[in-house]
């Protein structure tokens, strides 16, 4: 009972949480990827699979053939991705998956001539569910960047989820959300199965946190805010675009001045440098005030988590910074408790091993043009 309420502390609505979960974390692409092949190859009735980025790539073919393979086998597939993110796959790759009977479908087609709010509202999320008993939700594409070394892949850094147990029909519930105002890549779209119910597996609770553009376009915020503000120890965010808006980043000073050990871990290699460099416009004023600041030096980092005091823990496709809170669609899972809070807290610890704490020093060393672009990144960070 102890842990139950000490779990709900942090929890903004606690009547939303899921229990009886088991929950593991996958710690890297050589944990994730062959989790999720096997998950797909022992497909008995049905797979879902949402991707921001499916690239005709090597992971890309050995997934898409493993999907070839188990539509031919009578299994219902269906796979979703996004217009933007997979913008540089071939058409032809997607219409070759339909006509073997994977169902497939566009998020927002990109359409030339339309106004530009056609090409910013994108679906970011990462999901993958099976047969109703397993989901993992997390941060990888399906891509050569994203897979592991062991694989041909570049071994990008990042974490998933992997869930068994009532939360399933919760994340599947999402992925039908989005499904259904995508578009058919071939002839009519599927008709959605009926979610399949799961049973008890474990003793985990979990919130699952979406953001969809309008409705729920703050739910993430709204759960980070809340757990920030009754933090009592620790506070580690982990996140590949560290742009938090204004009410985040009030709420980590606040709760490093009430002697909360504030870490944040920021890549230094990067695949998008702007948002890096908009990123250290902030780091003075958030130092001043007792955050710490470190980079990751090692593969690109594109993890996004969070553990706060070792009981409230984050793990999904949201970045911190304004594309992913106010138009892309986002998933989390939230997961309480002090197993797989403490665990993930060792994880950070551990790869401050591999990171550089930034310094006011080296805040000092930068020139005035580096300074000066950093403040209009940082400006203008809303179109980043």
């Known amino acids: 009972m102890l842990e139950k309420e000490n779990w709900r502390r942090y929890c903004s609505r606690s009547a939303n949480t899921i229990e009886g979960n088991g929950v593991e974390l996958l710690h890297s692409g050589e944990e994730a990827f062959p989790a999720m092949l096997a998950a797909i190859g022992g497909a008995r009735s049905f797979v879902l699979l949402e991707s ?33 993110g997979s913008i540089l796959t071939d058409r ?6 339909a006509a073997v009977g994977v169902n497939v479908a566009e998020f927002r087609p990109v359409i030339f001539w339309k106004p530009y709010w056609n090409w910013i509202k994108r679906d970011h999320r990462k999901i ?71 049973v008890v597996a474990g003793g985990q609770a979990v919130s699952v946190v ?16 809340y757990a920030i503000d009754r933090a009592l120890k620790s506070i580690y965010i982990t996140n590949a675009y560290f742009l938090p808006d204004r009410l985040v980043y009030r709420r980590l000073i606040k709760a490093a001045r009430r002697g909360v050990d504030v870490c944040v871990i920021a890549p230094w290699e990067t695949d998008h440098p702007y948002v890096r ?10 130092m001043k005030n007792g955050i710490k600041i470190y980079e990751w030096h090692g593969p690109i980092l594109h993890s996004k988590t969070a553990v706060i005091d070792g009981v409230w823990a984050s793990v999904g496709s949201h970045n911190l910074d304004h594309r992913s809170l106010h138009y892309n669609l986002e998933l989390n899972l939230n997961i309480h408790g002090t197993g797989f809070g403490g665990e993930l807290a060792r994880v950070f610890r551990e790869d401050l091993k591999n990171s550089r704490q930034i310094t006011r020093e080296d805040l000092r060393r930068r020139p005035w ?10 400006f203008i960070r809303s179109w980043l």
Request: charged share 25%; proline share 4%; with cysteine.
């Open 128 to 198: 993958l569910c099976v047969d109703g008993e397993w989901a993992f939700v997390g941060g990888f594409n399906i891509t050569d960047y994203d897979a592991p070394r062991s694989m041909g892949g570049r071994g990008w850094k990042d974490v998933q989820v992997k869930v068994r147990g009532p939360v399933v029909a919760a994340v599947e519930g999402i992925f039908w959300e989005a499904w259904t105002v995508s578009s058919p890549v071939r002839g009519p779209a599927a008709r959605p199965r009926p979610v399949l119910a799961s």
């Open 210 to 225: 979406s953001a969809n553009g309008i409705r729920n376009v703050r739910s993430i915020r709204r759960s980070y805010r």
């Open 92 to 97: 032809d790759f997607f219409s070759g998956l």
């Open 52 to 84: 921001y980025c499916f690239a005709d790539d090597g992971i890309g073919r050995v997934v898409a053939d493993l999907l070839r393979k188990k539509a031919r086998e009578g299994v219902e597939v269906y796979l979703l991705y996004d217009s933007v």
């Open 277 to 286: 460099w908009a990123s250290w416009a902030m780091y003075g004023h958030m």
């Open 369 to 378: 043009t580096a300074r000066a672009a950093s403040r209009l990144l940082y």
